[in-house]
């Protein structure tokens, strides 16, 4: 079962923002899983090896989490709160429940008898933060992964104002060494300059998980504000489920500056996986490079690589298709809409549009010469032989052949034909013009006469 189809009604969430003890944390847990939402409305609750299902993690610490006797890791709790469907602006809240518990089991005092009556006075508020100053003379001179573990224990917001107070370099080597999910959660309180300055500080690899563990929207706003050879590292790394979710967010500029560091099986994944934006498409083919590019579009399907195509501006993708074999571009081809596979066409000769267009039987043969300039598409037939011609006529719709038919009767058109023998015999020279540029040549086409389907009266 996919998590994101297990999102819990509001109304049913628990909140576990006023958690005290590790027994509270336990039955927030189980409140969690009994109200997580189930695929009908007659299926019974959540169970603890369907959870384990969707965590990845044992059945055994998923009942140990539930019982009250053992206080569960960080990671622990994000994973049973996400598979159950919390929100992701509310995974926070989960994680920080979990810390506070555990800081407060640390700092607990060994019970003491309680005093008599006439000697009790009020009981302090428990648990109240540490101040910054504070903890910067604790943890003074700790090295660097000891006070890391030292701040795993701390409330929340402490940690968060001591770490404000430091060094971004420094604030990146804590959270380099801190459990991903908590240092998340960290940075996450951090202002937004501050945050932004540790992510430039740290390394690739820990940059990523930050911000894939980031929800998309603060992450987007952190790449974007971050040092771009920084921001382009990272995202290099990234998981590709995650990239793909920031990618369609980010500045062309960005994406280019990644794509040329990213692995090439990376970006082949992100190409052939859910359909990214048109720029973000046209920036990752593109750094493929031409001969990496056709090999891509080869291995990737008819379907695939005529969507990757139809993203990219018409003339690179006539391009593509005018070096890729006959049989393969007219199977991407197939895959277009008619009116974007002309458009494609359009970049190349008349014989290399034929040639492509072929393979297609005379039906969509025909819806997409029916989107062609009128001279172009009777170019395009003029290489079929005479049957072929009228098959591919008699399919179309008549307002649509009666001035593709009409134009191949004129002197122009006939004088024209005899020559491509000759073309065919150069084997196609560079030089030909394109069909846009033929566009315009040649007599315009006959008016219809309403009613009747033919050409207008002249004269």
Known sequence: MDPASSIVTPASVPDPRATETVADLADQLRQLRLAAHRPAPTDNPLTLRQLAVLTGLP?????????????????????????????????????????????????????????????????????QPILADDLLLELGGTAVDKAAELLAGRAPESVVAFLQRLHPALVAKLLATMD?????????????????????????????????????????A?????????????????????????????DVDLVRRTARTMPVEQRTALLTGAPLPPAVTGELLFSLGFDGSLALLRAAGARVAARLLTALPADPAAGLLAELPARDAAAMLKQMPAEQAAARLLGMTDRQAAERLAPLSPRPLGDVLAHLPVPCAARVLAWFADARRRAVLQRMRPERAMPIRWHTETATYRLWLPTLATEAATSGATSAPTLAELATAGPPPPALTPGTGGPAATG
Do not use: K
């Open 59 to 127: 059945h055994s610490t998923l009942g140990n989490a539930e019982s009250g006797r053992v206080l569960p890791r960080v990671e622990v709790v994000y994973r049973i709160a996400q598979a159950c469907g919390v929100p992701d602006d509310q995974l926070p809240w989960w994680t920080a429940a979990r810390n506070r518990v555990a800081g407060r089991r640390r700092r607990a005092p060994h019970p003491a008898p309680p005093p008599p009556p006439r000697e009790r006075r009020a009981e302090p508020v428990p648990d």
């Open 180 to 220: 991903p999910v908590l240092a998340t959660g960290h940075l996450s309180g951090l202002s937004p300059q501050h945050a932004v300055a540790c992510l430039d500080a740290t390394d690739p690899g820990t940059a990523a998980r930050l911000l894939t563990l980031t929800p998309v929207t603060a992450a987007v």
């Open 222 to 250: 952190h790449l974007t504000a971050m040092n771009p050879e920084a921001a382009a590292r990272a995202l290099a790394v990234m998981p590709g489920t995650a990239l793909a979710a920031r990618l369609p967010h980010l």
